[in-house]
């Protein structure tokens, strides 16, 4: 893995919970592209 990167996730619901991978990477839960 490269330096900690904050990249973001698509997930149902729109949900946006802060999760940590490898303890330095952050993933972002953004809102799913749904109208």
Known sequence: ????????????????????LSGCLRVDIVENTVT
Not at 1 to 20: E, I, M, S, V
């Open 1 to 20: 893995l490269q330096a900690c990167r904050p990249f973001r996730l698509k997930a149902d619901g729109g949900q946006a919970p802060a999760l940590t």
